[in-house]
């Protein structure tokens, strides 16, 4: 049987590789610690006006309310329902959308100005729009969310399926393969990697689309926490609001690479 034991210098390898990742995650941990050090002692100093920049304490507390009074769980909830509905509908109607725009050309041509102008237009102007046609409430919201995500998956699509390696599209054609053996023995499995960036960037705009939605029209939600929050100027329940927004968010995020990393690994489909 082959030796499978890894050489001195892979093992060496691996071991600043395993030291560099310890740093790398040991900073981000200080820089986490230093920034709510400084926020709450500027606070309690009177550095900074703690009734509108609140402090790392008082997040806790409003924190620590809402899940006593059990509205935490409904609100983030409401939210993640939300981004997780249209992150999944923008990425799969986008990918779609791109399959048909590779698949025909002409089609391509004639709505490639149309995407173009979509893309560049503010989505705030169309939330008042989403409110008229759907009405004031969850599917408003959804829509608002593949506003933004969807256009941004099909041009990225769109681009990773026409950047396609050449020699090997002559190659199948030269084989007599069709164009959708091509699709699907070719085009979708380079383009993965363009998937999952793409997958990155809606997580992001997924949460932009719920939270702008959620400003507008909702009855729950954390976008619905920070507006009432600031409407009542209690910038303590803005601020737990945000930040139990950017941990979701984060935590939607490591599932994406948690998944793009059991492809990788599980199923080797990514090279």
């Given at each position: 049987?082959?030796?499978?034991?890894?050489?001195?210098?892979?093992?060496?390898?691996?071991?600043?590789?395993k030291r560099q990742r310890s740093a790398v995650r040991a900073v981000q941990i200080f820089l986490l610690l230093?920034?709510?050090?400084?926020?709450?002692?500027?606070?309690?100093?009177?550095?900074?006006?703690?009734?509108?920049?609140?402090?790392?304490?008082?997040?806790?507390?409003?924190?620590?309310?809402?899940?006593?009074?059990?509205?935490?769980?409904?609100?983030?909830?409401?939210?993640?329902?939300?981004?997780?509905?249209?992150?999944?509908?923008?990425?799969?109607?986008?990918?779609?959308?791109?399959?048909?725009?590779?698949?025909?050309?002409?089609?391509?041509?004639?709505?490639?100005?149309?995407?173009?102008?979509?893309?560049?237009?503010?989505?705030?102007?169309?939330?008042?729009?989403?409110?008229?046609?759907?009405?004031?409430?969850?599917?408003?919201?959804?829509?608002?969310?593949?506003?933004?995500?969807?256009?941004?998956?099909?041009?990225?699509?769109?681009?990773?399926?026409?950047?396609?390696?050449?020699?090997?599209?002559?190659?199948l054609k030269s084989m007599g393969a069709s164009r959708g053996q091509i699709l699907r023995k070719l085009v979708?499995?380079?383009?993965?990697?363009?998937?999952?960036?793409?997958?990155?960037?809606?997580?992001?705009?997924?949460?932009?689309?719920?939270?702008?939605?959620?400003?507008?029209?909702?009855?729950?939600?954390?976008?619905?926490?920070?507006?009432?929050?600031?409407?009542?100027?209690?910038?303590?329940?803005?601020?737990?609001?945000?930040?139990?927004?950017?941990?979701?968010?984060?935590?939607?995020?490591?599932?994406?690479?948690?998944?793009?990393?059991?492809?990788?690994?599980?199923?080797?489909?990514?090279?």
């Amino acid at each position: 049987m082959p030796d499978l034991t890894p050489s001195p210098r892979r093992l060496a390898w691996l071991r600043r590789q395993k030291r560099q990742r310890s740093a790398v995650r040991a900073v981000q941990i200080f820089l986490l610690l230093f920034f709510l050090i400084l926020w709450e002692v500027s606070a309690r100093l009177g550095w900074i006006d703690a009734f509108i920049f609140s402090s790392p304490f008082r997040v806790a507390k409003t924190v620590s309310v809402l899940y006593q009074s059990g509205d935490l769980w409904v609100h983030l909830w409401t939210s993640c329902a939300e981004t997780a509905a249209g992150f999944i509908l923008g990425t799969l109607t986008g990918t779609l959308v791109a399959v048909l725009l590779w698949w025909s050309d002409f089609l391509s041509r004639v709505l490639e100005p149309y995407l173009v102008v979509l893309n560049a237009l503010p989505k705030t102007a169309l939330g008042p729009i989403f409110i008229v046609w759907i009405g004031a409430g969850t599917s408003s919201i959804i829509a608002m969310t593949l506003a933004i995500s969807l256009i941004v998956t099909i041009l990225n699509m769109l681009a990773g399926f026409i950047s396609t390696d050449g020699e090997k599209l002559r190659l199948l054609k030269s084989m007599g393969a069709s164009r959708g053996q091509i699709l699907r023995k070719l085009v979708l499995p380079s383009n993965l990697p363009t998937l999952f960036n793409t997958l990155r960037v809606n997580v992001g705009l997924s949460w932009v689309g719920v939270v702008m939605g959620e400003f507008l029209v909702s009855k729950a939600g954390l976008g619905y926490l920070i507006v009432y929050g600031s409407q009542v100027f209690n910038m303590d329940l803005v601020m737990a609001s945000v930040l139990v927004l950017a941990a979701a968010a984060v935590v939607m995020y490591r599932i994406v690479l948690w998944l793009e990393k059991f492809l990788k690994k599980r199923l080797g489909v990514i090279a």
